[in-house]
Nanobody, 115 residues
Framework: QVQLVESGGGLVQPGGSLRLSCAAS????????MGWYRQAPGKQRELVAA???????NYAEFVKGRFTISRDNAKNTVYLQMNSLKPEDTAVYYC?????????WGQGTQVTVSS
């Protein structure tokens, strides 16, 4: 069983930055594909960015050039650096750990971009 705890969300003005963190329990973190997803009110959950066990990364088109995903296997933590935030980035952001058979989700952290 893996537990994921997100932090770092909050209220930020358009153009601002936030860094989300997702801390994982257990000793198998390094084997998981780690991803950040988001869900805005009335919309489906969507992939924002993901990083594999060998540090290969992919991003949704709508965040390319603005967001950066990274992982620190020594700390069992994955990060999402979000720059140039827009009101449309407002959502609950979720962390996901995906294995070959199972996957785990965090409880989410709210990000609100508003002036």
């Amino acid at each position: 069983q893996v537990q994921l705890v997100e932090s770092g969300g909050g209220l930020v003005q358009p153009g601002g930055s936030l860094r989300l963190s997702c801390a994982a329990s257990g000793s198998t973190f390094r084997f998981y594909v780690m991803g950040w997803y988001r869900q805005a009110p009335g919309k489906q959950r969507e992939l924002v960015a993901a990083v594999t066990s060998d540090d290969s990364k992919n991003y949704a088109e709508f965040v390319k050039g603005r967001f950066t995903i990274s992982r620190d296997n020594a700390k069992n933590t994955v990060y999402l650096q979000m720059n140039s935030l827009k009101p449309e980035d407002t959502a609950v952001y979720y962390c996901r750990a995906r294995g070959t058979i199972v996957n785990y989700w965090g409880q989410g952290t709210q990000v609100t971009v508003s002036s």
